[in-house]
């Protein structure tokens, strides 16, 4: 990922402190952030009926006859396909799914996408319902504890998270000790499995492996790490400006709280401006919980083995890491400054038609329609630009938008903006770098990770993963003698070592 001159981030951050000031504390929040929309047309999808029953296979190899069990979800289990085999050498069907493109290791209560509706819903309520009018915490309750909150309950919920919003100082000592240019997304990873160091008592390798039956147990690392995570992202942000961190306040939202950390430079009264931290709040919740992605995946993967919460969030951000998931909106507005101009797009949609060029921001495996996350985004841009001024790369990617999806050649393939081809120019404008991008989709995924970490936790039915594979080595060899081996032509061997200068350096001395 592209590295940004702290210069540049310094100048950035200005910028939108000057927004924050100027504004009025006291502005006008009767009015929403984004309009209210309908999602009424939801109502008429119905939801999947019974399809519970049984399938007969019969096998063409041997002419035998299987019958195989349909659960009312329509899910056959993979190892009822055991049985199906055509000798002793066989040991039975497997599936084979590169990708888990129609594996389903879990069932889950957290959260529904119907890709080709274009629906999003968590624990039932629609994305759009709930970032109209919710808070993120609010919408971390939901997800995590099943049903929206009562008011003593979000009032106590806050409280709790805030009360765990300071790092032990031997992590930010941790983080202080990074490479100048250590990526945030890295400081992330490792503050986050650093974190099972300096909280043991939640660690089930030393506690007992029944520690997490506890329920006060695991509402405290929940606790933890909603408050935790926002502290440690800030105090990465501000190592890259050159800054050291700040501690949280008790008295701000959960996203006011944050931007304070970045913004305030240690001034208790600050307080940052609140149409951009309800802004911030808003793509929090669209960013909360996205069913079994890879990230949520590698999160129940690694706490199917009895590991500590920490670590399997920290593996789970690892995977978000990657430029093919949390990194896509930082790919978008690379893409969105190479077209530079609206003039450009016509050149660029004909390069990528004929595969030249790479279109970032379109597309998902999911949503065969538009991602209803990009709907609430793209509302929110004029609200940004409002505030900080606006960002002449909207207009390219509004005509993009425009001029993709009213040509067959994305249309045929049902290629439509996600959550990424926006939110990138959202979080520039307010004078994030790039290489933050992730790390502020990862902030509030921990409440999904979270949610199917607790959920996993009561789910009879979770074992430790352990894939199966269909092996294609070599079938036996035996072993023979260094000096009697002949290797093949074709045979993988390890390349050439690249060298530094400084080795180089050292080498050419005497004595070496």
Known sequence: MERVDP???????????SAHLSASIESDTSSPVIEASSVSSQSLVAPPPNLNGSLTIIDERTGKKYQVQVSEEGTVKATDLKKITVGKNDKGLKLYDPGYLNT?????????????EGILRYRGYPIQELAEGSSFLEVAY??????LPSQSQLADWEFAVSQHSAVPQGLLDMIKAMPHDAHPMGVLVSAMSALSVFHPDANPALAGQDLYK??????KQIVRILGKAPTIAAAAYLRMAGRPPVLPSSNLSYSENFLYMLDSLGD????????????????????AE????????AARHLASSGVDVFTALAGAVGALYGPLHGGANEAVVKMLSEIGTVDNIPEFIEGVKNRKRKMSGFGHRVYKNYDPRAKVIKSLADEVFSIVGRDPLIEVAIALEQAALSDEYFIKRKLYPNVDFYSGLIYRAIGFPSEFFPVLFAIPRMAGYLSHWRESLDDPDTKIMRPAQVYTGVWLRHYMPLNERMMPAEA????????????RRRLAGSGA
């Open 214 to 219: 506890s329920k006060q147990v695991r509402d």
């Open 104 to 116: 389903a290791p879990v069932r889950s209560s957290v959260c529904y996408i119907d890709g080709d």
């Open 268 to 287: 208790r009264s600050y307080k940052p401006n609140p149409r951009l931290a309800r802004v911030l709040d808003i793509l929090f919740i669209l960013h």
């Open 7 to 17: 210069s540049m981030v310094a100048r950035a951050r200005l910028a939108v402190l």
């Open 142 to 147: 939901l997800l995590l504890y099943g049903n």
């Open 290 to 297: 996205h069913e079994m992605n890879c990230s949520t995946a």
């Open 492 to 503: 993988d061997k390890l390349g050439q070592v690249s060298v530094s200068n400084a080795t």
